[in-house]
Structure formats: structure tokens, C-alpha cells
């Protein structure tokens, strides 16, 4: 009983603000689990003697069990609730960090412990992309898109704070002791899971009111923004993944100083992008600031790829930044208010083509860049498909809205 009062007052004590800013906690807690590993790359093949390729294969498992979470989260995070997901998240990727300083020193192969503990945090940050968005689109605010593009700037300065801080770590401390800042990086998500189990959570939609899978899949518009969802995030990945090689290549600096000034400023531009729009939206039209969005993308993909000056080149890589940070808080925000039942089953598939872009968007770079002769810039060129496409569906969107169609 004394329980169950001290769980009352607290949620009575928290109000839908705090509601949110554990949302923007949780994705900090994303940007954690998917950009800290990265960093350990090479420590791993020197300290466990794993090859290359099999860490490339993390990668792969991280954002593979990703996008399977997103797929079975349409149909069942309705059932268990938005506040018991949002916990099973959290513990998922707390257990998974602090799984990285464990369980390779435990299991028989190191390669198996890292394999294990990304498994984890991968299905923690998965179900984080899913309910996070629909939580701060449930809770009653008045300006839904600001406080949509706000909450994904903090995604971006989640990924910055992890480099920069880590690269602190390391220096100061020693790359040698990165299992301590594991355990420290695992402090964020357990403590924000007791966050999430006091603050208050409305449902997106009534029970038995939101569109069924089926409704959804037959659903023009629905199709519409997956393409664009896809779009919106290979636009950004394709830069983002390249970002280092550009800073390294093109200024011929470190390693540790071409992740601070290739992602990191990327990262900044386009979480400044979010910011702006959380700030001034009430002046500024969301699909207008898409499509201009979309233009200065192709700039910046042009000026980053044509360009004879490594500083242009640069400047094109933090251009693309601005550029594609409305794109995915953007098109959730265009898609909730365009189909207002929708419902998690929406955000759920929304997010799953998030996560094809993300991952095919790099993929083509990379490939084509091989096929060139090692060329990246000739491979990141034909990555201008995504924006274009993704300004020919804004486009589109508009003819549907003024036809009225559904």
C-alpha cells in the first residue's frame, strides 16, 4: 500500500513536460547505443583479435535486429503499453552496455560476449525509435511538429556528446579503460527507465480506434511517406557515415580530430536544423522548410562531390547536415497530421523505412564508390536520388491533400 501511495504522488508531482524531456533522454539513450560501440572498433581487433569484417557484421546485427523490432513492434507495443515498452527499452540497453565490459571477458569468445551484448542494446534501441515519437505526438501540446523536430535534434546532440566526450575519456584516462566508461554510458538509460515509470503517458489513439496493419498497408498516403521515410534517411546516412573519411582525406588530419570535424559537425548542423524549427515553427511552414530542406541537400551532396577545395568539401558535409535534419522528424510530423489514426502501427512501419534508409543510403555509397575505383566521391554523387525523390513526394503529398484524397 505504502507503495502504491509513493507511485501516485509521484506521477501527480510530474507533469507532461517531464513526460517529454524523458523522451529526450531516450534519445540520447539511442544515440548511445548506436555510436559508442563504433568508437571501439579497432580496440576490439587489437585487444580480441577480431577481424574486420566480423566487426562489420555488429553493424549489421545492430541495425538488422532494429528493424525486426520496429517490424513486430506494429502490431504488439499497443498491447504491453507505451510506459512498459519505454521501461523494457531502457533495462535492454543499460543491460547491454554494461553487457560490453562483461561479457566478453566471460564467455568463451570475446567475439560472442560483444555479439551478445549488442543483441541487447540493439533491441533497446529499436523500440525506443518506435514509441518515443508517438509519446511526444500523444502528449497535449500545442505546437506537435516544433516539439517533434525539438525532441530528434537530441538524437544529434546525444551523438555528439558521445564522441566528444569519449575522445576525452580516452585521452585522459586511456583507451585501455573503456569499460568503465561502458558502465558510466549504461548509468543514462537505467536511471531515465525510473524517469519513464513516473511521468505521465497518454495513447496515441483511443483502443479499437487506430488503423489496423491492414488498413494502413492499403493506405496510398501511407505509402507515400515510407518512401519518403526511406529517403529522408538514406539522404542522411550516406553523408553521415562518409563524414570521417571526407575530414580525414580532404584536411589530412587524425583519426580522432577527423571524427570531431566530419560527424560531429555534421551532427551539430543538423541537430541546429532541429533546433531552429523547434524554435521558430510557428513562422515557418513545415512543407515549405522540407522542400527547401531538400534543395540545399542537393547543394550540399554537389558542393561536397564536385568540388576541388577539401575546406568546400567540408563545408558541403556540414551543409548536408542542415539540410537533412528535418527530414525524419519532419515527414512523422506530415504523416501524423495528415493520418490521424494511424496510430503506433504507423510510426512503427514509419520508423522501419527510417532504418532501410539509413542503412541502404551508406550501402549504395559504398558500393558504387567501389565500382568507381575506390572513388568516394563519385559514389556519394549518386546519392542526390534520395532528395530529389524525397522533394518529388512533397510534391506529390501536396496534390493529394488539395484533391482530398485518403
Not at 41 to 50: A, C
Not at 68 to 75: G, H, R, Y
Not at 158 to 164: A, C, S
Not at 187 to 195: C, K, R, Y
Request: hydrophobic share 50%; aromatic share 14%.
Amino acid at each position: 500500500m505504502k507503495k502504491r501511495s509513493f507511485d501516485s504522488r509521484m506521477k501527480k508531482t510530474l507533469s507532461y513536460n517531464h513526460t517529454i524531456y524523458a523522451c529526450y533522454i531516450g534519445y540520447i539513450v539511442q544515440a548511445i547505443v548506436n555510436n559508442f560501440v563504433p568508437l571501439l572498433f579497432l580496440t576490439f581487433q587489437s585487444n580480441f583479435g577480431i577481424s574486420l569484417d566480423k566487426i562489420a557484421y555488429l553493424i549489421t546485427i545492430n541495425f538488422g535486429i532494429q528493424l525486426l523490432v520496429d517490424f513486430i513492434s506494429a502490431k504488439y507495443v499497443d498491447k504491453i503499453g507505451y510506459r512498459r515498452a519505454a521501461l523494457l527499452a531502457h533495462m535492454m540497453a543499460a543491460i547491454g552496455l554494461v553487457g560490453l565490459g562483461i561479457f566478453p571477458y566471460v564467455l568463451p569468445s570475446a567475439y560472442a560476449g560483444i555479439l551478445l551484448s549488442v543483441c541487447f542494446y540493439a533491441v533497446g534501441g529499436g523500440l525506443l525509435e518506435v514509441i518515443i515519437s508517438p509519446i511526444v505526438e500523444a502528449c497535449p501540446t500545442e505546437k506537435k511538429d516544433a516539439a517533434m523536430s525539438l525532441l530528434h535534434s537530441f538524437y544529434c546532440w546525444g551523438h555528439m556528446g558521445v564522441v566528444i566526450l569519449s575522445t576525452v575519456f580516452f585521452a585522459l584516462v586511456g583507451i585501455e579503460n573503456w569499460r568503465i566508461l561502458a558502465f558510466v554510458w549504461a548509468l543514462v538509460p537505467f536511471f531515465n527507465a525510473f524517469f519513464f515509470a513516473g511521468v505521465p503517458i497518454n495513447a496515441l489513439v483511443e483502443e479499437g480506434e487506430g488503423m489496423s496493419i491492414r488498413e494502413l498497408l492499403k493506405n496510398k498516403m501511407f505509402w507515400l511517406f515510407f518512401i519518403m521515410m526511406i529517403c529522408g534517411g538514406a539522404s542522411e546516412q550516406a553523408m553521415s557515415q562518409w563524414a570521417s573519411a571526407f575530414a580525414e582525406a580532404g584536411l589530412h588530419i587524425s583519426k580522432t580530430m577527423g571524427d570531431l570535424a566530419g560527424p560531429c559537425m555534421f551532427a551539430l548542423f543538423m541537430g541546429s536544423a532541429r533546433a531552429i524549427y523547434g524554435k521558430y515553427s510557428e513562422k515557418i511552414r513545415l512543407e515549405q522548410f522540407m522542400k527547401v530542406s531538400c534543395l540545399l541537400c542537393i547543394v550540399s551532396y554537389l558542393l561536397a562531390c564536385l568540388s576541388a577545395s577539401p575546406l568546400l568539401g567540408l563545408a558541403g558535409c556540414a551543409l548536408c547536415g542542415l539540410s537533412v535534419g528535418i527530414m525524419w522528424p519532419g515527414t512523422f510530423s506530415l504523416a501524423s497530421k495528415s493520418m490521424k489514426k494511424g496510430g503506433t502501427a504507423m510510426f512503427a512501419f514509419l520508423a522501419l523505412a527510417g532504418d532501410v534508409g539509413c542503412s541502404s543510403g551508406p550501402t549504395l555509397v559504398g558500393v558504387l564508390s567501389e565500382a568507381f575505383g575506390e572513388n568516394l566521391k563519385k559514389g556519394l554523387i549518386f546519392a542526390l536520388v534520395f532528395p530529389i525523390i524525397l522533394l518529388f513526394g512533397l510534391l506529390y503529398l501536396r496534390s493529394l491533400t488539395r484533391g482530398g484524397e485518403k
